[in-house]
């Protein structure tokens, strides 16, 4: 059985062969290479092709972001890993956002990052649940934010979010306490301030527009 490739970038020493002498004790990962910079690991990515990329989130000169953007653009079926502080963990969405499939702690046991990086070799995503957390925070952070620039208040937030589920008007009125005739009036303002026209087209618009996810 073929070994998955693995490519170690931080812009730390001690930190790299810390990663490869826990790599190097599984016989089904390969550590083929080391890269001490986001430029570097672009040009190692190019030339030997490793199906995983441990990914620094903070170098000097190209960020693990910057780095991780220009290898997915190139490269998508690379999977990219972020490593972090915990301190740095305010970085997980835009990370996410560059295509980083999986994002765990710089602190996490040996055990937990083989198995990551198994998991995203098989295609699967995985989030340290430190993270997870702080990520489904700050989507609602930016939902929010996407709500007001829309005009769009807190109630009819509710129902823009439950009509994305699927909830018909009745259920609509049950889930939030109101009547179907104050749930057809949420929805009427709602389309107003989308531009929209119907259910289907409102809610392709709120899922494009990331208002909900």
Sequence with gaps: MAKIKVLI????KLVREGLRAVLDQCNGIQVIAEAESGEEAIRIVSEQSPDVVLMD???PGMSGIEATKIIKAENPDIKVVMLTMMDQESS???AVKAGATGYMLKNT???DLVEAIQTV???KALLHPDATVKLLKEFVSLSDNKAKDYGLSAREMEVLRLLCEGKTNKELARALWISEQTVKTH???IYGKLGTSDRTETVAKAIRMGLVS
Aim: cysteine-free.
């Design 9 to 12: 970038v931080d812009d730390h």
């Design 57 to 59: 989130i903070s170098m």
């Design 92 to 94: 997980v969405y835009e």
């Design 109 to 111: 046991t040996a055990e």
């Design 121 to 123: 070799y098989e295609g």
């Design 187 to 189: 929805l009427a303002h």
